[in-house]
């Protein structure tokens, strides 16, 4: 005997925020997420700096009970609200507070007061923001041949994580372009011209990286020449791809068994330290 399927539970959750709501909106979907047949109809009030806004959300929140989430910083307006729900017999919780109170007790450091701190457009921001534009227009070769103003330049044979390094290595703020290494096209000649800009070289094991194409192939519902996914067609590509390597004295890093996060700050450790010729191995 087969039994009913057992019904969601829906109830209404308000996430009222002093900044753009995002942190309070998935620290809500993560909880959530943590319980069976429960689904939440979220209401979301964000940038709520006056109390006249409050004063709209605490109607809303009236004409649908349920849970209140904030993250409001500022005092008197955090007072406001958690007044507010209480007259309306409604839980409110400081999405924030039990995690910034253990940190306080553990660091004994004064609590920051300024709303959105966490969103600050600083020049880090824009450095990122600048990094991620650059790597986006340097994907794959793309962006023509300047790379005289890259910090970094990746290279290797397709499927070696080289765009999403570049990316991930962009929310660090550093500037990466990639340069594919295609067996049936020339090495850029604007590769070998470069001058104090350090180039790294990718490499991975030949049955790692047939993997990853079938897998790539299979995924797009493409066709490609059978020596994409040939293994002793891949091993002569990476095999070539480490000569040029070595002639260059470019560093190397294996991602066979990295991450993208491991490889990057791979990346980054060559930064660092020097642009000798290093084999970081995986």
Known sequence: MTSAPQLATYFHVHLVSDSTGETLNAMARAVCARFNNVLPIEHIYALV?????LDRALGEIANAPGVVLHTIVEEELRTHLEEGCQRLEMPCFGALDPMISALSWYLGAPLSTRVGAQYALDTDYFNRMDALSYALG?????????LSTADVVLVGVSRTSKTPTCIYLAHRGVRAANVPLIPTSPTPAALFALKGVPV????????RLVQIRRNRLRSAKENRDNTYVDTEAVRAEIVAARRLFERQGWPVIDVTRRSVEETAAAVINILSGGHGHVEVLG
């Open 200 to 207: 790294v070289g990718l490499t991975v094991s030949p049955d």
């Open 49 to 53: 700096r006056s109390k006249r806004q």
């Open 138 to 146: 340097h994907d794959d070769g793309h962006g023509g041949q300047d």
